[in-house]
């Protein structure tokens, strides 16, 4: 079983950064995927990013590909999420999970990964 649990969120103003851990626990593979989701209330969970666990391979979505950043620190079983240039519409419950994805590279798709965070709020004021 894995275990993750979500770190770092707050109030930051418009522009700022703002910088998610994910401490992650119990049995990990290399394969497995690490993926940055978030939410806001009455709308999808949305994908922003992932890395593979034991590989370089990352994914990023359009929206956030040239502000945000995910990293990993295997021997501290961390993944970040930095975020820069922060916007009022980043505002949301961000969520870390982790899963075996089917094809062997990071995927956005809910379905793919099958342990969840509680999640940490980020909210962005203008």
């Known amino acids: 079983q894995v275990q993750l649990v979500e770190s770092g969120g707050g109030l930051v103003q418009a522009g700022g950064s703002l910088r998610l851990s994910c401490a992650a626990s119990?049995?990990?593979?290399?394969?497995?995927?690490v993926g940055w989701f978030r939410q806001v209330p009455g709308k999808e969970r949305e994908f922003l990013t992932g890395i593979i666990w034991g590989g370089s391979s990352t994914y990023y979505a359009d929206s956030v590909k040239d502000r945000f950043t995910i990293s990993r620190d295997n021997a501290k079983n961390l993944v970040y999420l930095q975020m820069n240039s922060l916007k009022p519409e980043d505002t949301a419950v961000y969520y870390c999970?982790?899963?075996?994805?089917?094809?062997?590279?990071?995927?956005?798709?809910?379905?793919?990964?099958?342990?969840w965070g509680q999640g940490t709020q980020v909210t962005v004021s203008s």
């Open positions: 119990g049995r990990i593979f290399s394969s497995y995927a």
């Open positions: 999970a982790a899963g075996l994805p089917r094809r062997g590279v990071v995927a956005s798709g809910l379905n793919e990964y099958r342990h």
